[in-house]
């Protein structure tokens, strides 16, 4: 066989990015040159390419691969879980996921079948989805927050047969049994307290049997489904097939240049991809030990880094201001952690990230579970979320198309095609599809009508397909590119864009790093939307003379918040994102909200307290904005 790649060289004499482009015709086995493109996206592009097709001619899928991880690996350590201490041997985890497997067959599970995982973090959620695998069945991951309708809402739409359920989550089960059907089973993996069981609900215990077994499946059949957390609506449950969990985890290993013996601390949950696959699979994959920890704790970080040796650690969302809002310590410089892997760190931290807490390089990349258009900034360059060769733009179709930001509606040119961004202009990141490309397919929703809105055509060309990432990037001019703002959060005010992502990271330094989020309300008779800022400071210490003076050196006048409302806390999802839906219907009416709210006097220049006189002011239009 035969295959034609292209060699990309950077030449480090030109600033940063020039590459040039050598066609080079190698024999299919031909890794050392592979290992020489290591280091340039493209080339990471290609080499995991080039073994998602070496995986789908050798007919492996994750099983398999984790099969042969085994054999490399048997009795090092797989998984720690910290709470327990526990530890797990590659043979051990193997072991663990064999029962399950055989357990699910003697129960008359079939390959097809979906079975919901309902359970906090730990070993075992690894080896009850791996052991699901095994025999083709699909594990629905449900967040383990969620109760109630969400819950209902998010087994039903899986079409689970059964729901496999940590002890601890016993009550949240037996909640909701009656409305799951009769014909859904209930396995209870832990010890089963049957005092919290109400009489009548039928609940069986997971006990496991001993011996091993994989089926015959492909990779590019479905693995399981992750639930994304949209801004609006229920959660929708997104396919992952075994060849994107390979390709995702696969990327941010080579793209970032870990080894297998590199000690991953994972302290996300791990019913979203970045905890489950961007973590957990270098694990499975690469043979790398991972350490679990059920829940994200500030205080504890970088003792438990120090303790288990960790190399990389992961990051998402907010998680690095809380890190930095913490108390300086000995431990957090005194630590093996080279790298910091994730994605969501705000530009206004990111150096000072690095310097306290001697983190050298930060591997932020991009990429929701469903999307076909990761980015990696593979070069440690400050404040990007990833690079796109400008000059090989083939190798890798994304590309920024202008939308209006505010609606996030595509705007396009004459012929009916997107127009693509220049270097400087915001756009929407989108990725090209092409269906019977293993890594550029879209393996989309388990809802026809969710896949529906995150596709459009004619975008790259007339007829063409391409999924939407809801994101707005910058690009700059050699090809990186610069997180803007997240779906809809970009609003208009005096005729200016504003971000919400900016602003709250600059209000978040001039106050301490407390937790602000921003967003735009509708004022009447107003044009656009104007901003409000929500300030999570339950001592109530933020001086407001003081942060009226600052905000006027940081920020020009339309971008520095109209409203301010000032809270104990500020809600987050699982993965420490904040949560503003509610915020933004709530506006800015004193007689709704009950926090305290406050208004930007333009006549004086400073935060005066909003009453209800002062609302029907700015209502009616008599108070200017
Ligand atoms: C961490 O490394 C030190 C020295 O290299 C070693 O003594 C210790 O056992 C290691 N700890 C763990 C949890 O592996
Ligand atoms: C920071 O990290 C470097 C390299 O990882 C190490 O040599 C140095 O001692 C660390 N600094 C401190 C203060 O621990
Ligand atoms: C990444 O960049 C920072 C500062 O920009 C620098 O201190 C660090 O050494 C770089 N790390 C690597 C691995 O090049
Ligand atoms: C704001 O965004 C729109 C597109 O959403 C763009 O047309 C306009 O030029 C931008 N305005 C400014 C001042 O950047
Ligand atoms: C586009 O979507 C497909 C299907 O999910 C995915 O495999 C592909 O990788 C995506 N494109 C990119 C650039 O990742
Ligand atoms: C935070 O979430 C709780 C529970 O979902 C809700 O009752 C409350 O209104 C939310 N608070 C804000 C400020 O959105
Ligand atoms: C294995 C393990 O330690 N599981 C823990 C998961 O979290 C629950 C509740 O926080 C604990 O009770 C379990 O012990």
Known sequence: MIHIIFILIKLFSVPLMASVCIFVVLSAHFHPVLDLLHHSAAGVLLKVKWNVKRHLRERNTLPKIFAETVR???????????????????????????????????????????????????????????????IGVEAALINFNLRLEALVHCVTISNAKAVVFGSELTEAVCEVHSSMGKTVQMLCSGDLDSKRVPVGTEISPLSL?????????????????????????????????????????????????????????????????????VGVGQCLI??????????????????????????????????????????????????????????????????????????????????????????????????????????????????????????????????????????????????????????????????????????????????????????????????????????????????ENVSTTEVEGTLSRLLDMKDVVVYGVEVPGAEGKAGMAAIADPERSTDLEKFGKDLE??????ARPVFLRFLNEVNKTGTYKFQKTEMRREGFNPSIVSDKLYFLDPSRGRYVELNKELHSGIVSGKQKL
């Open 72 to 134: 490399r690996h048997g009795d090092k350590t797989a998984l720690i879980f910290e709470g327990t201490g526990e530890k797990w041997s590659f043979r051990e985890l193997d072991e663990y996921s064999n029962r399950v497997a055989n357990l699910l067959l003697q129960r008359g599970f079939v390959e097809g079948d979906v079975v919901a995982l309902f359970m906090e973090n730990r070993s075992q959620y690894v080896g009850l989805w791996l052991g699901m695998a095994k």
């Open 209 to 277: 049997c001993v011996c091993s077994l994989i089926h015959g499946l492909c990779l590019s059949d479905r693995l399981f489904y992750i639930y994304t957390s949209g801004t609006t609506g229920m959660p929708k449950a997104a396919i992952v097939v075994h060849s994107r969990y390979y390709r995702m985890a696969a990327l941010v290993y080579y793209g970032f240049g870990m080894t297998s013996d590199d000690v991953l601390y994972d302290c996300l949950p791990l019913y979203h991809s970045a905890g489950n696959i």
């Open 286 to 495: 690469h043979g790398m030990t991972v350490v679990i920890r059920k829940k994200f704790s500030a205080s504890r970080f970088w003792d438990d880094c120090a303790k288990y040796n960790c190399t990389i650690v992961q990051y998402i969302g907010e998680i690095c201001r809380y890190l930095l809002n913490q108390p300086v310590k000995d431990i957090e410089q005194k630590h093996k952690v080279r790298m910091a892997l994730g994605n969501g760190l705000r530009q206004s931290i990111w150096e000072e990230f690095t310097s306290r807490f001697n983190v050298t390089q930060i591997a932020e990349f991009y990429g929701a579970t469903e999307c076909n258009c990761s980015l990696g900034n593979f070069n440690n360059m400050t404040g990007a979320c990833g690079f796109n060769s400008q000059i090989l733009p083939f190798i890798y179709p994304i590309r920024l198309v202008k939308v209006n930001e505010d609606t996030m509606e595509l705007i396009r040119g004459p012929d009916g095609v997107c127009i693509p961004c220049k270097p400087g202009e915001p756009g929407q990141l989108v990725g090209r599809i092409i269906q019977h490309d293993p890594l550029r397919r879209f393996d989309g929703y388990v809802n026809e009508g969710a896949t529906n809105k995150k596709i459009a055509s004619s975008v790259f060309k007339k007829g063409d397909m391409a999924y939407l990432s809801g994101d707005v990037l910058i690009m700059d001019q050699f090809g990186y590119m610069y997180f803007k703002d997240r779906t809809g959060d970009t609003f208009r005010w005096k005729g």
């Open 553 to 558: 050196k940081a920020l020009p006048p339309y």
